[in-house]
């Protein structure tokens, strides 16, 4: 039999108790003060503990049998999974969080701030995790522990969970963990908090992840940095080769050139989810260039609907202490961030040909890796009963994207263990997350800990009835 709604009521309240009563912000506080970064090798250790002594001891209390697993690549940081078995017969819940950080940028934080420290200023906590991916993981603990307080001990279905410490440097090993303990981690649905809303009083959930393709592009001469007026104009400048390497994939106006890198066709059903979306405009945004990107399109379908290349550092001589001598070298680092449906496996070799045919041929290309795209469709069940399930309990409507401008490990989840996917963020674009004052506002972490409890009431609900 269903219990009453004032049952569920009592969950949210308590959810919302560990924030007003600061039991959530001690525990963050602890949390944030691991230096937990994963490009650190003197960090490695404080990546074991912070599983081992902060998150095993937890999810112990909670009823979960945790195990630390070997990372399947050698060298790769640390990995838990658990499980929470009420009965074979109820729904089965996974959940994913990652408790590595980016670096502090210790001397760049504004006065009064730290990384290292958690701070509460003018309704925001400040800290290096409390936006990616600390606060958002936590968040979900602190609704999950409130409703097995609630039921009594109880959940009304099983909830299995992974944790990994190397989403920062690609989750190295995840995919393999995910495939080599497959059976451990079956699941009826996935549910996870990483990432942005779409903005900071909108609600969202997204069901997938755009993809990321990363490589290098290089251009060496062998003929040592020269003097520019002994030699300039008989021997080969670099970086006006990689300039006009690059303008081959992209214009001046950021439209892509390259048939290899644009997006497949849109499909109306996802234009209609995202054409209308706003993107920028708020405190801490950056500015917005409507000539930007692709033609005919607007801010969210560009966002969220089209692929985007970016050249994410180049480089040539010195630009810091410039002598005038022809570099012997020139270097740029790409991106394309790609949706469902870019054949982003073959790229690789379809950029080489590319550069080939436009006479490029002296330009090496390394491929440096990336992740599939990731999409669940918008009309599945599972999609529906999240979102009417936090509309409940906020008392306003929840947003709904096909998928995020950025890229997470989605596809572990939805293609290696073919679990349908649905993303509950706790964080919004400025949150400045991989830069100094990262932060997360109050009403996002309160709106997270209502909106995370009605979920896992409501799937024990789903059950019991």
Not at 236 to 262: F, K, Q
Request: aromatic share 6%; proline share 6%; net charge negative.
């Amino acid at each position: 039999m269903s219990l009453l709604s004032s049952d569920r009521e009592h969950a949210l309240s308590l959810a919302l108790k560990t924030w007003h009563s600061g039991a959530f912000t001690e525990d963050l506080a602890r949390r944030i003060a691991y230096r937990t970064v994963s490009q650190n090798p003197d960090c490695r250790e404080t990546l074991g503990r912070y599983l081992d002594d902060e998150i095993a001891p937890l999810l112990a209390r909670l009823g979960f049998i945790c195990r630390s697993i070997d990372n399947p690549q050698p060298e790769g940081p640390p990995l838990l999974i658990g499980h929470r078995l009420e009965s074979p017969e109820l729904t089965t819940l996974l959940i994913y969080g990652h408790g590595d950080v980016t670096p502090g940028q210790d001397s760049q934080w504004q006065e009064g701030l730290t990384p290292w420290q958690l701070t509460m200023q003018e309704g925001r906590l400040y800290g290096r995790g409390v936006a990616d991916n600390k606060g958002q993981h936590g968040i979900n603990l602190a609704a999950l522990e409130a409703v097995i307080q609630a039921r009594e001990g109880r959940l009304g279905f099983n909830l299995k969970i992974i944790f990994e410490m190397g989403e920062e440097v690609g989750s190295p090993g995840l995919e393999a963990a995910c495939r080599q303990h497959g059976d451990a981690l079956s699941a009826d649905l996935f549910l996870a908090s990483d990432g942005p809303r779409i903005r900071h009083d909108m609600p969202t959930l997204f069901l997938g992840s755009r993809g990321m393709y990363r490589f290098r592009l290089t251009l060496e001469t062998g003929n040592g940095a020269r003097h520019s007026g002994n030699w300039g104009g008989v021997i080969t400048n670099p970086a006006w080769v990689m300039a006009h390497a690059l303008s081959t994939m992209v214009s001046e106006r950021g439209v892509i050139r390259a048939d290899c890198l644009r997006a497949p066709a849109m499909s109306d059903a996802v234009r209609a989810l995202i054409r209308d979306l706003p993107v920028g405009g708020e405190s801490g945004d950056p500015a917005i260039n409507a000539d930007w990107g692709e033609p005919g399109m607007t801010f969210g379908e560009k966002l969220y609907g089209a692929n985007t290349f970016e050249v994410l550092g180049l480089s040539a001589g010195a630009t810091d202490q410039p002598v005038s001598a022809i570099p012997s070298r020139a270097e740029a680092v790409c991106q394309l961030r790609f949706v469902e449906g870019t054949d982003w496996q073959a790229l690789g070799d379809r950029l080489r040909a590319h550069l080939d045919a436009h006479g490029f041929e002296a330009v090496t290309l390394t491929s440096e890796g990336g992740y599939a795209a990731t999409r669940l469709d918008p009309d599945h069940p599972w999609v529906g009963f999240v979102q009417a399930s936090m509309q409940q309990s906020l008392g306003e409507t929840v947003h709904l994207l096909p998928n995020l401008g950025g890229t997470i490990p989605n596809h572990c989840f939805a293609d290696v263990l073919g679990l349908p996917t649905v993303w509950v963020p706790h964080s919004y674009p400025s949150c400045q997350q991989h830069a100094p004052n990262e932060h997360l506002p109050e009403h996002i972490v309160t709106q997270g800990l209502v909106g995370m409890a009605g979920i896992f009431w409501d799937l024990g609900e789903r059950t019991l009835q």
